[in-house]
Nanobody, 123 residues
Framework: QVQLVESGGGLVQAGGSLRLSCAAS????????MGWFRQGPGKEREFVAA????????DYAGSVKGRFTISRDNAKNTVYLQMNSLKPEDAAVYYC????????????????WGQGTQVIVSS
């Protein structure tokens, strides 16, 4: 069993930055692949970024590539999403997810999900 807790969301002006964190707990949390997803108002959930358990593989949605960076610190069982040059369309509830296998953008295949942290971007 893996528990995920996101933090770091908040209100930021367009062009600003935020760093989200996802703390994982559980016996083998550091060996799980992780992903970030988001769901904006009235929108479906969408993939943002993913990282393999060792950090050697990452994938990004086209809309965030070059602006967002996913990373992890397995010693702290934490995954980060550094978000730069934020745009109003980035506003959403951001969720982290984990799975024993690398799932990339395939949200339905992730086994564990956090409760989400809200990001608001003012224009």
């Amino acid at each position: 069993q893996v528990q995920l807790v996101e933090s770091g969301g908040g209100l930021v002006q367009a062009g600003g930055s935020l760093r989200l964190s996802c703390a994982a707990s559980g016996r083998t949390a550091s060996t799980f692949a992780m992903g970030w997803f988001r769901q904006g108002p009235g929108k479906e959930r969408e993939f943002v970024a993913a990282i393999s358990w060792g950090g050697g593989r990452t994938d990004y949605a086209g809309s965030v590539k070059g602006r967002f960076t996913i990373s992890r610190d397995n010693a702290k069982n934490t995954v980060y999403l550094q978000m730069n040059s934020l745009k109003p369309e980035d506003a959403a509830v951001y969720y982290c997810a984990s799975d024993l296998n690398y799932r990339g953008s395939r949200g339905d295949e992730y086994h564990y999900w956090g409760q989400g942290t809200q990001v608001i971007v003012s224009s």
